[in-house]
Nanobody, 118 residues
Framework: VQLVESGGDLVQAGGSLRLSCAAT????????MAWYRQFPGGTKRELVA????????ENAVSIEGRFTISRANAKNSVYLQMNNLKPEDTAVYYC????????????WGQGTQVTVST
């Protein structure tokens, strides 16, 4: 299984970006799909938003009302629509997913850089 992200870019504060992540190498529908981010100089990845195959999303408080996670299960893809971006949103954004009968620890994408300038 591979997760391939795209959509990261340099944007001015107040702007918008849409991140995409597609899972390849499997016919199984992902259980949970999520976006995490790692801030510059940081070593930990924090949860941005998570969405199961069904049900409501789980969002970090810091992005509530600005970011929206969505999925296209038929494409095994997950998206993150980011609006009203702030400089403190600057980070590498990673896609994460778990699959039935897949690796228990799940799978990570390679990351996509989002930079928000003032």
């Amino acid at each position: 299984v591979q997760l391939v992200e795209s959509g990261g870019d340099l944007v001015q504060a107040g702007g918008s970006l849409r991140l995409s992540c597609a899972a390849t190498g499997t016919f199984a529908t992902a259980n949970a799909m999520a976006w995490y981010r790692q801030f510059p100089g940081g070593t930990k990845r924090e949860l941005v938003a998570r969405l199961g195959s069904e049900g409501d999303p789980e969002n970090a408080v810091s992005i509530e009302g600005r970011f929206t996670i969505s999925r296209a299960n038929a494409k095994n893809s997950v998206y993150l629509q980011m609006n009203n971006l702030k400089p403190e949103d600057t980070a590498v954004y990673y896609c994460y997913a778990t699959f039935p009968s897949g690796a228990p620890a799940g799978y990570w994408g390679q990351g996509t850089q989002v930079t928000v300038s003032t």
